[in-house]
């Protein structure tokens, strides 16, 4: 018997862990079924002979393993350190060797390649079969995952277990947006009627809709129970200031400005940005004047819009989201998911401003003799450069690549979306500039408190 508090794997987990692949084998059993139905054949490559296989074959397969492995985890014997069913050590430090060593460049990299995935391969990603298979990958991951003690500690806390929901509800809703989406395009293109419009039958208020709400309010009121027993609530002890937690941090729907002080003084992060995403999203309906799209689902017809959006949704908030509260630990160091939590870990940082960029760290600060003594002279590169952003971009946006935006929008709505769309795109390029060159503020007058 181990004794080791920080086992990977016990006795109960390995029971508990049983209890999701029993999930899951349920779950494939019904997809069996669906593909017996529904599902053709497929021809196997000469090595295996070339014939034709039913597909439902390989799902028979699958989900006789998965109802192997459930049965292994409740009926083992074996001492918890022998259990063979882990994620590899291996995958473990490769991924916290890409994601922990260093920062958050590697992440967002992924993030974002993700999403550009997701929008170009929206037509593939929709099928039911290639869904089910990334649902069933994904579980997988998270149940060979928790394997691991550093993994279940942090998952595993009352406060991320419904996080961890989030995810898979935002991609289901993603799934969901797109197939029909998608669906509407293809109809569009053959001129047939919008699935809105074919299938849009008018029912009563009572009794139809108040039974399926009341229906609704009786299976959450029952999770919620259920939920309210089955973990223990976050509630730790009386608030003192000799003792904060260490990382220190809000609430999960306000990860995503905390991470932003990262990179922003808190003025920005804290004030300003959260000021622009609130009066950006009551500019919309002021500023779009494309009227398609209104009532139904599609994407041909509003292509940079929803990948604006989705983009600023998926990319800048719930991915920070997954980083503040899967990677951010002790001194707000970034962490692997398989990392052990140390507070002792210390990162190297040499971050500069741009003025020492150019008054210290080049021959320019040797032809002035150092850095100016007057504020605004010292500051005038991320001066000049911020208001070249700012005041410069919109025009040369106007007269280039969205020309025909300004052409519709007019000068006053073009320039309001324009400085709203270069606003969001400050977040990235900051963090971008934060990991190439280590560059803390573009302008710095911490004499009046002012930094950019």
Not at 102 to 108: H, P
Not at 280 to 286: F, T
Request: proline share 5%.
């Amino acid at each position: 018997m181990s004794f080791d508090p920080h086992a990977n794997l016990t006795s109960d987990v390995i029971f508990s862990l049983g209890w999701l692949y029993l999930v899951l084998f349920a779950m494939n059993v019904y997809w069996t079924f669906r593909s017996i139905k529904r599902d053709g054949h497929i021809r196997m490559w000469d090595v295996f002979g070339g014939q034709d296989v039913p597909i439902s074959g390989f799902w028979i397969g699958y989900t006789i393993i998965l109802g192997l492995v459930a049965a292994a985890h409740f009926t083992t014997n074996s001492a918890p350190e022998k259990f063979l069913i882990r994620m590899p050590e291996w995958f473990k430090l490769w991924a916290d060797a890409w994601l922990a060593y260093g920062n958050a460049a590697f992440f967002f990299v992924l993030a974002i390649l993700m999403f550009v995935v997701i929008i170009v391969a929206r037509h593939w990603l929709i099928r039911p079969t290639v869904a089910w298979i990334l649902l069933n990958l994904s579980i997988l991951f998270v149940a060979l995952s928790m394997t691991d003690w550093d993994f279940r500690q942090i998952v595993g806390k009352p406060d991320n277990v419904p996080i961890v929901s989030m995810l898979f509800i935002v991609g289901f809703f993603t799934w969901l947006y797109f197939s029909r989406a998608v669906d509407n395009d293809r109809r569009i293109e053959q001129g047939r009627e919008l699935f809105e419009n074919e299938k849009n039958e008018k029912v009563l208020v009572w009794p139809d809709l108040v039974y399926t709400e009341m229906i609704c309010m009786v299976v959450l009121t029952v999770v919620l129970v259920a939920w309210g027993l089955l973990l223990q609530a976050p509630l730790e002890e009386p608030a003192n200031s000799a003792r904060t937690p260490n990382p220190s941090k809000a609430p999960w729907y306000f990860l995503g400005l905390q991470e932003m002080l990262v990179y922003y003084d808190p003025w920005l992060a804290g004030v300003v940005f959260p000021s622009m995403i609130v009066v950006g999203l009551m500019a919309i309906p002021y500023i779009d004047y494309n009227t398609k799209g209104n009532g139904y689902y599609t994407f041909n017809q509003r292509k940079f819009a929803i990948t604006v959006f989705m983009f600023g949704f998926m990319a800048l908030w719930i991915a920070m989201i997954i980083l503040g509260t899967f990677m951010r630990g002790p001194n707000w160091n970034i962490f692997g998911i398989y990392e052990f939590w140390d507070v002792h870990k210390l990162l190297f940082l040499s971050n500069v401003n741009l003025s020492e960029y150019v008054w210290v760290h080049s021959t320019v600060g040797d032809w002035f003799g150092g850095p100016p003594s007057n504020i605004f002279l010292r500051e005038s590169p991320g001066l000049l450069l911020t208001a070249f952003y700012l005041l410069a971009l919109p025009p040369l946006m106007a007269a280039t690549v969205f020309r025909k935006f300004y052409m519709r929008m007019g000068f006053i709505r073009f320039m309001v979306f324009a400085n709203l769309v270069l606003l969001m795109a400050a977040l990235p390029i900051k963090m971008v500039l934060r990991w190439l060159f280590n560059l803390k503020y573009i302008v710095a007058i911490p004499e009046y408190f002012f930094n950019i």
